[in-house]
Structures are given as structure tokens and as C-alpha cells.
T-cell receptor, first 112, second 114 residues
Framework: GENVEQHPSTLSVQEGDSAVIKCTYS??????FPWYKQELGKRPQLIID?????GEKKDQRIAVTLNKTAKHFSLHITETQPEDSAVYFC???????????FGQGTRLTINP | DTAVSQTPKYLVTQMGNDKSIKCEQN?????MYWYKQDSKKFLKIMFS???????INETVPNRFSPKSPDKAHLNLHINSLELGDSAVYFC?????????????FGSGTRLTVV
């Protein structure tokens, strides 16, 4: 079945710098890759997603890139702000199984 | 007007008890899910229902029994609770089965078994 690996598990950056989180997936049939942000004690919330027919997608300070050949995708956050501090999850749909498989999460801390 | 609502938000109970968690979505979505988030924050799917029909049943102990009375509701009943069941349980919904859209998660139920 689908396996999603996410790195790093923790990331600390200075406010204003960029943060990059990387994920790899195993199922070549996966074609949908969302990213979720989970603040402390809150629910995971969808922040951006990308489908396999697109290589890159941007939404203000957030961008996601996808390399289907290498089976990896990344989240890029520019000009980080304290409110970006949270746990971020990547996910991939599991081929024909109609479910999302999540990475292990990255705890991002923005230092003022 | 909450899109996906879960009750209760917190549940503290003793080992061996039986408990239920309820979930309701007002988004008109066809598909609903239960995910378990353990102490290390890992999110793992448990069950998926599409329009009241069980679609996915991961390797979950049969002490866990989901029920979907209609496509807007998905409940989770847990028998004979064990310490290892302590976790946050999230309900989620998505628009269509077979299409790829992001989930909308409920606010979670923190279950603590003592």
C-alpha cells in the first residue's frame, strides 16, 4: 500500500526566512497531494493541494512542487511569520483505495 | 455554523467501559472518515463510509464499530476500552467518493482511558 515519508520531523527557522518540508510517496498511481496545517489543540486544515498534472502551485507565501518521476513533493513557505508555527502534514491519495495516507508530520517553529 | 462537528470534545473513561463518539457534517459531502491521531501526532485512517456504505475498514480491532445512519452522520462505538485506545479521534468528510478532494476535519475527540 501507499507509504508517505516526511522530513524533517522538526524545523526551526527565523522569522522572515523560508521553510521547506519534503515528502516522498511510494504508490505511482497517487495523483493528489494535499498539505495540512495543525495548530496546537486544533483540527488539521487544508492549506494547499496539488494534482499530478501540475508541477507547481502557489498561494501567496505558500507553494508546493511535485516531481512525479522521483515521487516526491515539497511545501515551501516564504517570509515566515510567528503564526506559521504549527505541525504540517503532507498526504497522498492511496491509488485505488480512495483514502489519504499522511506523512508523519513536521513541527515548524518560527523564532521571532 | 460548524461544517464537521464532533461530540464530545473530551472523553475520560475507565478501562473496560464502552463509549461512543458522534460526528455530523452539513457540507452535503458523500464520504466520511474516522482517523486516529496518536501521541506522536501520526494520523491513521480507521474507517471510511460513502453514502452510508462502509468502504474502508483498516486493520482496526473489532471492538471499534462505526455506524452511518445517513450520509451526514458517522458514529464510532468502542467496546471494552483499553489504555492504548487513548488518542485524538478525528472525523472528516470529503465531497465525492472516487474523486480527490481535501478533507474537512472535525475538531476532534480527545479520548483518555485510565
Amino acid at each position: 500500500g501507499e507509504n508517505v515519508e516526511q522530513h524533517p520531523s522538526t524545523l526551526s527557522v527565523q522569522e522572515g526566512d523560508s521553510a521547506v518540508i519534503k515528502c516522498t510517496y511510494s504508490d505511482s498511481a497517487s495523483n493528489y497531494f494535499p498539505w495540512y496545517k495543525q495548530e496546537l489543540g486544533k483540527r488539521p486544515q487544508l492549506i494547499i493541494d496539488i494534482r499530478s498534472n501540475v508541477g507547481e502551485k502557489k498561494d501567496q507565501r505558500i507553494a508546493v512542487t511535485l516531481n512525479k518521476t522521483a515521487k516526491h513533493f515539497s511545501l515551501h513557505i516564504t517570509e515566515t511569520q510567528p503564526e506559521d508555527s504549527a505541525v504540517y502534514f503532507c498526504a497522498a491519495n492511496a491509488g485505488g483505495a480512495q483514502k489519504l495516507v499522511f506523512g508523519q508530520g513536521t513541527r515548524l517553529t518560527i523564532n521571532p | 455554523d460548524t461544517a464537521v462537528s464532533q461530540t464530545p470534545k473530551y472523553l475520560v473513561t475507565q478501562m473496560g467501559n464502552d463509549k461512543s463518539i458522534k460526528c455530523e457534517q452539513n457540507l452535503g459531502h458523500d464520504t466520511m472518515y474516522w482517523y486516529k491521531q496518536d501521541s506522536k501526532k501520526f494520523l491513521k485512517i480507521m474507517f471510511s463510509y460513502n453514502n452510508k456504505e462502509l468502504i474502508i475498514n483498516e486493520t482496526v480491532p473489532n471492538r471499534f464499530s462505526p455506524k452511518s445512519p445517513d450520509k451526514a452522520h458517522l458514529n464510532l462505538h468502542i467496546n471494552s476500552l483499553e489504555l492504548g485506545d487513548s488518542a485524538v479521534y478525528f472525523c472528516a468528510s470529503s465531497p465525492y467518493h472516487g474523486f480527490n478532494y481535501g478533507y474537512t476535519f472535525g475538531s476532534g475527540t480527545r479520548l483518555t482511558v485510565v
